[in-house]
């Protein structure tokens, strides 16, 4: 099949149809068996006895469904269990998970054509039957009012930075070229992917009068989602297919064992301790913990945790219906963004490179391998201490998001909306979303290459809960050796390892309180991965700081 290559394409004047690319945009089987190298294929299956999932967010929920539901490979005598940190019986997952939230966006607009096809894929399950209160998008939990993707132009007009990495026009000009193939492929007319070259049709766009971007296009075809709805209708699918036990518990760090064979130790992961002192153990243990793993996996240079911005206001009936028409706004430069209203609370947020939270370990995360040395002394190799560790309204009910994210966001919600009535109205509650990023905004999905009956399934990168009703399955294909081709190298243990190309021994720390604080060798490592794909705004580096 042909792939979709995205030059940064010319911007034509002002409704002119730019030319569509000579390709194919077909949907690539889900069972493509992987070729050499491909995620999971180092390992041989063999049907497990028993299946423990650490983590019911987006990850581990959907691949809980598709293991229910993969006959013969699962077999139906297969015990499924599933253990989330949720304080609450019978909640799942914990009320501060990512993907628990008012709204979050759904769109195929990736400058990245393989994510945009999979994202096209999961669009179909969404926009099904959507006056069918039993459908994923019924009920009101999808609304298709449109995304209005733009950037601002910044110097020259850049598209790409001077490290090499895309600045945010250049994302955003990549996925027009990618959006309108789509449209081409599924027979929607062009104009639904419509050009907004300057800020006064941006504004005219967005119907708020807001000039909060340069350069930019409107896709009718996108929309968001109420995900705490969404999660409950998927958790009322995995509970009613009778395979899956539920268990409340925080997991302290995962169990391994030894076995010799053939004269050399070959470790494997037998289940999970949790915080009271009890043992799940499994067969299979599945680490789909969201911006928790890092602490109990050593994902050092490959992901961690970074807490995201958002914040909500309260509108009058009158304020509701000026901006029920609204599309959602998203600005690839600032990484702000407004999702339309609902039910008088306007949200806005910032998708940027987040907060690092570092903190002691409890406990150490599970090593890269059991006995890694140390290069110059030959002995064992020091232990992580400090990881980035989310901290949320559970864990600290008193946390608010920084005075620096506050005053930025109230900066953006001005410009996208600039009306004096909203400019200084107060925020009457915010939150940090907790982000689990690679460098490159690759997922993790694959077998632990040095601990037998470990996968890993991770790495979200603030845009996986678009893909719940096709995540799961795609994870159990990957486990099952079957990972689809184009994502072979992308979702691979060591696929996202890639650090900032400006990234130097030299480079000073950011941080939010703390300017001249010296880096210790633990957070060095956390500040290596900043998510660096165009679509982040903001300052890398940043530190949560009380």
Request: glycine content about 8%; proline content about 8%; charged content about 20%.
């Amino acid at each position: 099949m042909a792939h979709l290559v995205c030059p940064i394409p010319a911007v034509p004047g002002a409704g002119t149809a730019p030319a569509i690319p000579d390709i194919d945009l077909a949907q690539q089987d889900a069972s493509t068996a992987a070729t050499d190298g491909g995620a999971g294929e180092h390992k041989y299956y063999k049907p497990p006895r028993s299946i423990l999932i650490i983590g019911s967010g987006v990850f581990g929920l959907s691949t809980a469904l598709s293991l229910a539901r993969r006959h013969p490979e699962i077999p139906a005598s297969t015990p499924i269990t599933v253990v989330d940190r949720s304080p609450e019986p019978g909640v799942f997952p914990a009320r501060d998970a990512a993907s628990v939230d008012s709204s979050r966006i759904i769109r195929a607009d990736y400058a990245d054509a393989a994510y945009s096809r999979l994202a096209a894929e999961a669009q179909a399950h969404w926009r099904r039957d959507p006056k069918d209160p039993d459908a994923l998008g019924g009920d009101g939990r999808y609304s298709e009012s449109g995304l209005l993707l733009a950037a601002d132009a910044g110097p020259h007009s850049a598209t790409v930075r001077p490290d090499g990495h895309p600045t945010g026009l250049g994302y955003a000009k990549r996925s027009w070229v990618n959006a309108l193939a789509l449209a081409h492929t599924e027979e929607r007319p062009l104009s639904s992917v419509r050009l907004l070259p300057s800020p006064f049709v941006i504004g005219k766009a967005t119907r708020t009068g807001g000039e909060w971007a340069d350069w930019g296009y409107l896709n009718t075809s996108a929309g968001w989602a109420d995900a705490e709805r969404s999660m409950q209708w998927l958790y009322n699918r995995v509970v009613a297919t009778g395979r899956v036990t539920f268990v409340n518990g925080t997991v302290e760090t995962l169990e391994t064992q030894t076995q010799t064979q053939t004269g050399e130790k070959a470790p494997r992961v037998t289940g999970a301790r949790l915080s009271d002192g009890r043992s799940l153990s499994a067969d299979l243990v599945i680490v789909a913990a969201g911006a928790w793993t890092p602490s109990l996996v050593d994902l050092s240079g490959k992901a961690v945790a970074t807490g995201q911005c958002l914040a909500y206001l309260r509108l009058t009936d009158a304020e509701q219906v000026k901006l029920a028409r609204m599309p959602v706004c998203l600005n690839l430069t600032d990484g702000c963004f407004v999702i339309p209203p609902r039910d008088g609370v306007l949200k806005i947020a910032r998708h940027a490179y987040g907060y690092l939270n570092p903190q002691p370990v409890s406990h150490e995360p599970l090593r890269p391998s059991p006995g890694p040395r140390d290069e110059k002394t030959g002995g064992l190799a020091a232990a992580k201490k400090r990881v980035s560790q989310p901290r949320t309204h559970l864990t600290d009910p008193s946390l608010s998001i920084p005075a620096e994210a506050a005053s930025d966001l109230r900066r953006a919600l001005r410009r996208m909306i600039p009306w004096p009535e909203l400019a200084e109205r107060p925020f009457f509650k915010t939150r940090l979303c907790w982000y689990t990023d690679t460098a490159t905004g690759d997922w993790i999905i694959d077998y632990h290459p040095s601990y037998e009956n470990l996968f890993i399934a991770t790495g979200g990168s603030g845009h996986a809960f678009k893909f719940l009703p096709i995540l799961g399955d795609k994870i159990v294909d990957c486990l099952l050796g079957r990972c689809p081709e184009e994502f072979q190298e992308k979702w691979k243990w060591n696929g996202s390892a890639k650090v900032r190309s400006n990234a130097n021994d030299s480079e000073e720390v950011p941080s939010t309180g703390q300017e001249g604080t010296p880096a210790d060798d633990d957070l060095a490592i956390e500040l290596i991965i900043a998510t660096e794909d165009g679509s982040r705004g903001g300052k890398p580096g940043l530190i949560l700081t009380d």
